[in-house]
């Protein structure tokens, strides 16, 4: 491949002409100009022209438009119509003017009056069309191959939300198993066990269920951190937290909360990257429990500490025993 802007060092062109146009004089004139190496083979007819193209790949085409013998712009329509996207220049006797509109309509890639063009000029043309047809096949495959990046990441983020909700299964059953085990137990934890296992057996639609003002509100949030990131929403995710354990929502709970609005951004997102939402969520849900797990802390603390009664200052410190006033005694 030749450097951009300049001209190959070595071409190999297939001239399809008529036996009222021979190519000897063609091959004479390449040969003049040192410019550039150009192997010319030469076929009349359209037959053996499409012949030679499906038997062998050649750099650029150049065609003789002789409109009654041999109708060019026919033939270049019929190659781009077959799939072929070799350069194809058309070369005739009739002015630019009254044929480079028909040329570019039908897929060719430029045309050539015999009378006004130059060896040097056909050079360029060729030169021209032959990296415009790399750059076009090189941008196809760049976008085939982001076209299956996406398609890529939109598997594995997929796979991953399956992942979560195999997740959200083993949470339910572990809090049915501490459900049952609060319900025998007959210690002073067995309702702080009922608190925190009395949603963990909802089904898989329970997010659903589940105030429409926070399924609203979580949805917000995860589209904040997916732009702002970690760090910027402590006060929030504090919040949210609070909200939470105020209600009483589970681990499991909370999880179908984020696989739920989770996978609805990402449904949404069509054809674009979900890496950086799936990274940002993970964060975000991690996060999430982290603060979860705090506020319920704090509440199993607040429910396992009775109140007690608190002393004035200095009260404790009185030891009567240490004391040598007399005891107070009757008179009889």
């Known amino acids: 491949m030749a450097a951009i802007g300049s001209l190959p060092t070595h071409m190999k062109v297939l001239y399809i ?39 062998e790949v050649f750099d650029a085409v150049l065609v003789s438009h002789e409109p009654g013998v041999l109708d060019a712009l026919d033939l270049v329509e019929g190659l781009r119509g077959g799939g072929n996207d070799e350069p194809v220049i058309l070369l005739g006797s009739d002015s630019v003017q009254q044929v480079d509109a028909l040329c ?8 050539c009056c015999v009378a006004e063009t130059t060896v040097r000029g056909l050079l360029w043309k060729f030169a021209r ?12 495959r760049l976008v085939q191959a982001e076209r299956q990046r996406l398609q890529q990441e939109h598997h594995e983020a997929e796979r991953l ?9 083993d949470l339910e059953t572990l809090g ?43 949805d917000e949030l995860l589209r904040t951190y997916v732009i702002m990131g970690a760090g910027n929403l402590k006060a929030e995710m504090t919040e949210l937290a609070k909200l939470l354990a105020d209600w009483g929502i589970s681990a499991q709970r909370a999880m179908q909360l984020h696989v739920y609005v989770l996978e609805d951004l990402v449904k949404g997102l069509g054809n674009r990257s979900a890496r950086h939402v799936m990274n940002r969520a993970d964060l975000l849900v991690l996060e999430v429990m982290g603060h979860l797990a705090d506020g319920y802390r704090q509440l199993y603390h607040e429910r396992r ?11 404790l410190e009185f030891d009567p025993a240490a004391c040598h006033l007399p005891l107070y005694q009757p008179s009889v």
């Open 104 to 111: 570019y309509e039908v897929g060719a890639d430029d045309y």
């Open 305 to 315: 500490d009775p109140p007690r009664q608190l002393f004035l200052p200095g009260f």
């Open 176 to 218: 049915g198993e501490k459900k049952s085990a609060s319900q025998s137990a007959a210690d002073a934890d067995g309702a702080l066990e009922d608190c925190l296992a009395k949603t963990a057996t909802a089904g898989a639609d329970a997010c659903i269920e589940l105030p429409a003002s926070l399924v609203s509100h979580y």
């Open 161 to 169: 939300l399956d992942q979560q909700r195999a997740l959200i299964d």
């Open 129 to 140: 069309s032959i990296e415009r047809h790399q750059l076009v096949r090189e941008n196809r």
């Open 17 to 55: 002409t008529t036996l009222h146009r021979t190519g000897g004089w063609l091959a004479e004139a390449f040969a003049s100009d040192s410019a550039s190496q150009i192997v010319l083979e030469e076929v009349v007819g359209v037959t053996a022209g499409l012949a030679r193209l499906r038997d």
